[in-house]
């Protein structure tokens, strides 16, 4: 791996802990001022609106400029949305800013790994970035439980600045001005990114030029035999892990009778095993046998399920983990190949945006529907239902898609395979 692809590494790895900080001390923040749980289980579906909304330019933009710049701008935005949340702006809006920046920086994130790495190396890539995104994932939401614990958190707060009156007065303020520095430690990482070369594509002059544009790149990704299955399979998957990590609060508080600090440790748990199982998938799998980890979707599907009868902290432990893994060895090698895929047909930047698109898209529509299920009074233990029935029917159907595939398209699925193939060997 190349000396900057470290350097890229860094900057993600601090700029993702501190969003997984940020929910927490989101949650703990809403529940502190007594707002419903509907808006705290909204947060993630608000975090995933600009995504979707300006997912025909922000693909665009990763192209047109540096992509180490664009994620600097990036993590400036999610300071904004925090200092927004300090100065008495509701969580939920303020989270759409930062969201906002999380979705310019996506494109920029994962396009780079095609301009910095070769073919051969990008599965690899992704156990990496997905690995430390998961490690990133276990201490951020360890880091934002205790933040807002009482014990941390009355020393954070007992910090007193000489003439200067900062208004900070609650765990959850504290946690955000401590997780502004996070953010701007990225942000110094992103300037280290090195330039890679590789030319830039203009934005057009009328932005508007780009919506035709993105519904192409849209449509010849799910029109490709491979990317279609590839891109419904890693939305259905980050739809369904995006709203689990407040299911998995709702569920441990309910049935376990956790506070927020300690329910982070049980995402710390589901984390630990997707990093093991992407670190694995980066070990053993290649883009041309991708396809072959489907199955394990329907598996993760059912066993969402039985979390509905756990209530007992022993038991959890190894059943998150064990979730998380067969999350974690199914999305590493299909994401690689759906990047692989989007790199060929349209270019990195474009391909991402569609992704991010697909899959914020996912997350937003099963998150509202969690959110307003809640409001309508459905219980944590009725939404994992849903949620499992949800992953393990669709799992399935994009299985049988996929061998309908190889049976009616059998050259056209031969021959992108035998591509991901050569390419994999470059």
């Given at each position: 791996m190349k000396r900057g692809f470290f350097t890229l590494m860094s900057a993600q790895f601090f700029s993702s802990l501190?969003?997984?900080?940020?929910?927490?001390?989101s949650?703990?923040?809403?529940?502190?001022?007594?707002g419903a749980q509907w808006q705290?289980?909204?947060?993630?579906?608000?975090?995933?609106?600009?995504y979707v909304i300006l997912a025909p330019w922000l693909g665009a933009l990763a192209d047109a400029f540096p992509k180490g710049r664009v994620m600097l701008v990036s993590n400036s935005i999610k300071v904004?949305?925090?200092?927004?949340?300090?100065?008495?702006v509701h969580p939920l809006l303020a989270t759409a800013v930062v969201g906002l920046g999380a979705a310019a920086y996506s494109p920029a994130k994962y396009g780079i790994l095609t301009e910095m790495l070769p073919a051969s190396q990008l599965v690899k890539a992704n156990g990496w970035i997905e690995g430390l995104t998961i490690a990133s994932i276990i201490l951020g939401v360890l880091f934002g439980g205790q933040l807002v614990s009482p014990m941390l958190s009355m020393k954070l707060l007992?910090?007193?600045?000489?003439?200067?009156?900062?208004?900070?007065?609650?765990?959850?303020?504290?946690?955000?001005?401590v997780l502004i520095a996070v953010y701007a430690l990225a942000a110094w990482f992103n300037t280290r990114i090195p330039d890679t070369g590789v030319e830039m594509r203009p934005m057009p002059s009328n932005f508007l030029a780009l919506l035709p544009d993105f519904w192409r790149c849209n449509s010849r990704l799910w029109s490709d035999k491979l990317g279609q299955i590839t891109l419904s399979t890693t939305t259905l998957f980050w739809g369904v892990s995006g709203n689990l990590k407040y299911i998995v609060l709702a569920w441990?508080?309910?049935?376990?009778g956790y506070s927020i600090t300690q329910s982070t440790s049980l995402l710390g748990v589901v984390a630990i095993g997707t990093a093991v199982g992407a670190v694995a998938a980066s070990m053993r799998m290649r883009l041309d046998t991708a396809t072959k980890v489907i199955p394990l979707g329907l598996a993760m599907g059912l066993l969402v399920i039985l979390m509905n009868f756990i209530h007992n902290v022993w038991i959890a432990v190894p059943f998150l983990i064990i979730l998380g893994g067969l999350g974690g060895f199914m999305v590493v090698p299909m994401n690689a190949l759906l990047q692989h895929r989007g790199h060929n047909l349209m270019g990195a930047g474009r391909s991402i945006a569609v992704?991010?698109?697909?899959?914020q898209l996912c997350i937003l529509g099963l998150g509202a529907f969690y959110s307003v299920s809640t409001g309508m009074g459905l219980s944590s233990f009725g939404a994992i239902t849903a949620f499992g029935l949800v992953v393990a029917g669709f799992m399935w159907l994009i299985q049988r898609w996929h061998a309908s595939n190889c049976i009616l398209h059998k050259d056209e699925v031969d021959h992108l395979?035998?591509?991901?193939?050569?390419?994999?060997?470059?």
């Amino acid at each position: 791996m190349k000396r900057g692809f470290f350097t890229l590494m860094s900057a993600q790895f601090f700029s993702s802990l501190a969003d997984q900080a940020l929910f927490v001390a989101s949650v703990a923040m809403i529940r502190g001022s007594g707002g419903a749980q509907w808006q705290q289980a909204a947060l993630v579906p608000m975090f995933a609106l600009f995504y979707v909304i300006l997912a025909p330019w922000l693909g665009a933009l990763a192209d047109a400029f540096p992509k180490g710049r664009v994620m600097l701008v990036s993590n400036s935005i999610k300071v904004v949305g925090c200092l927004m949340m300090l100065f008495g702006v509701h969580p939920l809006l303020a989270t759409a800013v930062v969201g906002l920046g999380a979705a310019a920086y996506s494109p920029a994130k994962y396009g780079i790994l095609t301009e910095m790495l070769p073919a051969s190396q990008l599965v690899k890539a992704n156990g990496w970035i997905e690995g430390l995104t998961i490690a990133s994932i276990i201490l951020g939401v360890l880091f934002g439980g205790q933040l807002v614990s009482p014990m941390l958190s009355m020393k954070l707060l007992a910090i007193d600045i000489p003439l200067i009156n900062t208004g900070i007065d609650t765990a959850p303020e504290a946690a955000i001005s401590v997780l502004i520095a996070v953010y701007a430690l990225a942000a110094w990482f992103n300037t280290r990114i090195p330039d890679t070369g590789v030319e830039m594509r203009p934005m057009p002059s009328n932005f508007l030029a780009l919506l035709p544009d993105f519904w192409r790149c849209n449509s010849r990704l799910w029109s490709d035999k491979l990317g279609q299955i590839t891109l419904s399979t890693t939305t259905l998957f980050w739809g369904v892990s995006g709203n689990l990590k407040y299911i998995v609060l709702a569920w441990s508080a309910t049935a376990l009778g956790y506070s927020i600090t300690q329910s982070t440790s049980l995402l710390g748990v589901v984390a630990i095993g997707t990093a093991v199982g992407a670190v694995a998938a980066s070990m053993r799998m290649r883009l041309d046998t991708a396809t072959k980890v489907i199955p394990l979707g329907l598996a993760m599907g059912l066993l969402v399920i039985l979390m509905n009868f756990i209530h007992n902290v022993w038991i959890a432990v190894p059943f998150l983990i064990i979730l998380g893994g067969l999350g974690g060895f199914m999305v590493v090698p299909m994401n690689a190949l759906l990047q692989h895929r989007g790199h060929n047909l349209m270019g990195a930047g474009r391909s991402i945006a569609v992704q991010n698109f697909n899959e914020q898209l996912c997350i937003l529509g099963l998150g509202a529907f969690y959110s307003v299920s809640t409001g309508m009074g459905l219980s944590s233990f009725g939404a994992i239902t849903a949620f499992g029935l949800v992953v393990a029917g669709f799992m399935w159907l994009i299985q049988r898609w996929h061998a309908s595939n190889c049976i009616l398209h059998k050259d056209e699925v031969d021959h992108l395979l035998m591509l991901a193939r050569t390419d994999n060997t470059h």
